[in-house]
């Protein structure tokens, strides 16, 4: 859930209403975003099946492959669209809940699940106020020694993104990338439909201290597709299978390298509630 600003309400939701999200990880640098994220979350969910709060579940992208792998899912959304898109799709029928809500006010019980995942949410919180109560939040829903993984967007990512793009509007680009970059918050003040909508891009270590703030410990930040967005032709690249497997493996092998953390496009920030470490 945005800042509860009516211009970040209306901007979000009209980005939203477009309703590409469905499919937005079926091309290009998504689908990389998309392997990995679920490569990720293989290796850092407990296993099913265990309970998974999907809090920002979109159109159900990622709860769908939750359930086929055996987890009990809630899934949660802030966009009356998606939230009808998870509603009807016969996919998802066995999800244990699906909720139009809030992040930052989960209508679940304290200490009930197992993990929450927030792919989402906290890019669309400019305010850090409002990040630190949904990352409290969905500690406070998770059980002892269970997890919280929250997806950021990457500072940096502001800056790289252009370095592939053949066209630019140069005026209308370079006070966004630059702007985002020196504080965090992106705007698009056209509501161009090729841009993003109103966000906050985090710096690697910020996500990391955001979480250890909540109350999570044993803190660990992941990049998701690591230098992989400076791909001319993502699809391409993972069309050749030897090319697929020296992509997937390159970015594992960097996924924790914090001189490049700040290059990948996203982030994943892992935490476990009521842990002993840092």
């Given at each position: 859930m945005p800042d509860a600003t009516p211009d970040a309400l209306t901007q979000i939701a009209a980005y939203y209403a477009q309703d590409?999200?469905?499919?937005?990880?079926?091309?290009?640098?998504?689908?990389?975003?998309?392997?990995?994220?679920?490569?990720?979350?293989?290796?850092?969910l407990p296993p099913a099946p265990a309970t998974v709060?999907?809090?920002?579940?979109?159109?159900?992208?990622?709860?769908?492959?939750?359930?086929?792998?055996?987890y009990a899912v809630h899934a949660l959304d802030a966009m009356p669209g998606h939230v009808k898109r998870l509603r009807a799709d016969p996919a998802l029928a066995g999800l244990s809940s699906v909720?139009?809500?809030?992040?930052r006010a989960l209508p679940y019980p304290d200490?009930?699940?197992?993990?929450a995942l927030l792919l989402g949410p906290l890019y669309h919180l400019p305010d850090p106020r409002d990040r630190a109560r949904a990352l409290a939040e969905a500690a406070r829903a998770v059980q002892p020694g269970g997890v919280v993984l929250a997806a950021g967007i990457s500072r940096a990512s502001a800056i790289t993104r252009d370095l592939t793009r053949d066209e630019l509007d140069e005026a209308y680009t370079r006070p966004i990338r630059e702007d985002t970059y020196r504080t965090g918050q992106y705007r698009n003040p056209e509501s161009r439909g090729n841009f993003f909508t109103t966000a906050y891009f985090h710096h690697p270590h910020e996500l990391h201290a955001e979480l250890h703030a909540a109350g999570l410990t044993d803190v660990t930040v992941y990049a998701v597709e690591g230098p992989t967005n400076l791909l001319r032709d993502p699809e391409a690249a993972l069309n050749d299978p030897a090319r697929r497997e020296g992509i997937l493996r390159a970015v594992r092998l960097l996924e924790r390298d914090p001189a490049l953390l700040g290059a990948s496009p996203h982030l994943l920030a892992v935490g476990t509630v009521g842990g002993t470490g840092v």
């Open positions: 590409r999200e469905h499919d937005r990880l079926t091309r290009g640098l998504g689908l990389i975003e998309f392997i990995r994220t679920l490569e990720l979350l293989s290796r850092l709060l999907d809090v920002g579940a979109g159109a159900g992208v990622y709860a769908r492959e939750l359930l086929r792998a055996g909720t139009l809500g809030d992040a200490a009930g699940a197992d993990a």
